[in-house]
């Protein structure tokens, strides 16, 4: 099983990008992708999760600038960054975790309960 995540650079403030997590040696469809950052410093958070079966949450349901979403046929989970603003800086991160029943809101944003972790892409937003 392994995750990798890729896509992130440098970036002016108001800018997008999208970073991709692909995955191989399991399907996407099978388990929960969860997208976390961790910015210099600080600890690592979640940011968004798409579950088996296709739905979404948001670690700040109000912040409409990240989408998550993904592609089958491609075994490919995206992360759409808009309108990034420094504080967006940090390394971010997929992973992935069995996921057979929902487990409550929060519980998909506590980085503890992913078992399979990509290696992480750097995104700095500076103007």
């Known amino acids: 099983v392994q995750l990798q995540a890729y896509g992130g650079g440098l970036v002016q403030p108001g800018g997008s990008l999208r970073l991709s997590c692909a995955a191989t040696?399991?399907?996407?469809?099978?388990?929960?992708i969860g997208w976390f950052r961790q910015a210099a410093g600080k600890e690592r958070e979640g940011v968004s999760r798409?579950?088996?079966?296709?739905?979404?949450g948001y670690r700040d349901a109000g912040d409409v600038r990240f989408v998550v979403s993904r592609d089958v046929a491609k075994n490919t989970v995206y992360l759409s960054m808009n309108n990034l603003t420094p504080e967006d800086t940090a390394t971010y991160y997929c992973?992935?975790?069995?996921?057979?029943?929902?487990?409550?809101?929060?519980?998909?944003?506590?980085?503890?309960?992913?078992?399979?972790w990509g290696q992480g892409t750097q995104v700095t937003v500076s103007s």
């Open positions: 992973a992935a975790v069995n996921d057979g029943y929902y487990r409550g809101p929060d519980w998909y944003f506590n980085p503890a309960n992913y078992i399979y």
């Open positions: 040696g399991f399907r996407v469809v099978d388990y929960a």
């Open positions: 798409i579950r088996p079966e296709g739905t979404t």
